[in-house]
């Protein structure tokens, strides 16, 4: 489910009404809903409770310290990539022991803060990355606890900018090589503990196909590694796909239940029974690592049509949000639901949103059929609650937009918008 709703015409977001919280704060402005993350974040659960499981949310799907926070007293542990996303999880009152560390790039500096924050497990993600965490591990006389990715060659049928579980991908150890290596660091590498396996093939996946075929491609393997190495985890990564289609409309019923793939249709309840029976039998920790699925609906991102532009071709609705607030469809084509956050019968049109930022790129909807929009209105980017704000940038010098939490009638401002002192803090003239 989702809280994002019309009452009398006017778009809420649990209890509050979109259009004061835009008066109050401003334009471009994020809006996200406490209570559906943490829906999103119980149904997972739930649905895994036959399993020995743990959840580490990705942060980087969503890093405010406000929704870290949240998920913390939720009982999450945390799927970092990087050390400054480690620094956001403790400010957030999070447990590094909670913690796994994933990447393709960890640093010398990254994985000593790791090691003396005593996280849960390192996901290295290359051969030469185990000698060094065993390196430098060695180098602070500590013992790092890892896994190792694999990369269990598998189609996740998504964007191929989001697919990473392909021989190809940059991501992880190819399958073949696997065992190996753990023979190998299990031998030589005196500086680490040899605590899991990990895999992650893609995002947003809309289908249950690709995850099943992971999982018994590589379940195999890991009971394997129980027995030679006596690891205690299998992650199997995130991925799980959302509705960003029509999403509005689903909100109000079970929404997993609208999504429809190219195989089967993906809900947290078919992913969980297609995969539970391989893994349970593995006794092994079953550890996932979900971002979108928790916060991509729980956001929307607001935003004031400026002008109305008539082109030769086209229409424009000219908006103060842009491709440095939301870059999802210019980065990799993302759709993201428009609507007014006043509701009224008018016709519809045919139109494209863009930003005021000096590119082609910078469009939110290209001939997409609207209804009507006005100079002045406020309209809602929807399921903008991941990979959303976190990959924001200064880019043309526009400040970041402020950040705000509703939980139930209470809104609270989580991150100030910048100005433009921010802007230029950190230069040196
Ligand atoms: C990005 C990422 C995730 C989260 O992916 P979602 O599609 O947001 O669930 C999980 N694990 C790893 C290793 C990642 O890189």
Redesign the pocket.
Known sequence: MHSFHYRNAALHCEEVDLSALAEDHGTPLYVYSAATIRDHYRRLSSALSGLDHHI?Y?V??NSNLSILKMLADEGAGF?I?SGGELFRVLSAGGDAAGC?F??VGKTRDEIKYALEEGIYCF?AESEAELCFIDKVAGELGKVAPVAL?VNPNVDAKTHKY?S?GKSENK?GVDFDNIAGIYAHAAREMKNISLRGL?M?I????TSVQPFVEAVEKVAPLAAQLKTDHQIEFF?I?????IVYEDSLASGSRDWWEEQSGEDKPLTLEEYAQAIIPTLEPLGLKILL????????NAGVLLSRVLYRKQGAAKVFAIVDAGMGDLIRPALYQGHHDIIPVTESGRKTETIDVVGPICESGDFFAQNRELPGLEEGELIALLSAG??GFVMASNYNSRPFPAEILVDGSEARLIRKRQGFDDLISGEIL
Not at 202 to 205: I, M
Not at 237 to 241: P, Q, V
């Open positions: 580490a990705a980087k799907a799927d990539v796994t994933a990447g996901n990715r989001i990473t991501f990990q992650h893609g995002s947003q996946l992650s990564g995130g991925g799980i796909g690592e979900p971002g979108r699925m928790i916060a991509g991941a990979y």
